[in-house]
């Protein structure tokens, strides 16, 4: 098989196909970029009655890696809700945050990516860029919490992009090389979190803030739990 086919049925494999609680994904296109490596997608989502959206879940764009230290990555833009084409020209929209559909899509995605890679996810005045804004820390905005939930532990919030080539505000996960870092990173974070929870109710951040504030006690306590296995 030749690397083109190769990195083809990767992604094929780990996002065509999936189970997301009664829906399913379907990737609709899948094409090459301006480098070898790079594969632009659009993968949107199958009903019950296999019915396909009408706009793509997520577009994107996947970086295989190159040799040893350029480690894969993917950048997307997440659209939150579907709609599916009904009887008559009605149209049902789809919710993904219902049911914990988005933190299955994340974990395809998340497949994509191995320790050390990174998964950047764009973001436009939606409650990720006013949670970030208001201060809340990355893993408790709504896309970081989706990233930290499926392994990504540091992150880059790109608000003031570098350049034409590096588009849109977005926030960018990263993967841990390796345990030791895991660990570190987690940390960091629980200091974060902490302080923040603290500071919380003087914040006046209103139902922004209670949102935040539940992500970051969700992730504390599952850090708790790994500690006391």
Do not use: C
Not at 70 to 75: C, L, R
């Amino acid at each position: 098989m030749d690397e083109t086919k190769e990195i083809n049925n990767w992604v094929i494999t780990l996002l065509n196909n999936k189970s997301l609680n009664g829906l399913s994904t379907y990737l609709k296109e899948l094409k090459q970029g301006r480098f070898f490596e790079e594969r632009y997608f659009e993968l949107h989502l199958k009903d019950e009655s296999d019915r396909v959206s009408e706009k793509p879940i997520i577009a994107g764009l996947y970086f295989a890696g190159r040799g040893k230290w350029i480690k894969p990555w993917a950048e997307i833009r997440y659209f939150y809700s579907v709609d599916f084409q009904k009887e008559k020209g009605k149209r049902e929209s789809v919710s993904l945050s219902k049911e914990g559909r988005d933190l299955s899509l994340f974990r395809l995605l998340a497949n994509l990516i191995p320790s050390g890679g990174h998964l950047s996810v764009e973001y436009q005045d939606d409650e990720t860029a006013k949670a970030l804004e208001l201060g809340v820390p990355a893993a408790a905005s709504p896309i970081g919490f989706l990233l930290w939930k499926n392994g990504f532990r540091w992150f880059k919030n790109w608000y003031f992009p570098e350049g034409w080539k590096e588009g849109g505000t977005k926030l960018q996960g990263n993967k841990p090389l390796d345990e030791e870092n895991r660990r570190k990173r987690e940390e960091e974070m629980a200091e974060q979190l902490q302080e923040f929870l603290e500071s919380l109710p003087g914040m006046g951040l209103g139902a922004i803030g209670a949102k935040a504030g539940r992500r970051a006690r969700d992730i504390l306590s599952e850090m708790e739990a790994r500690r006391n296995r």
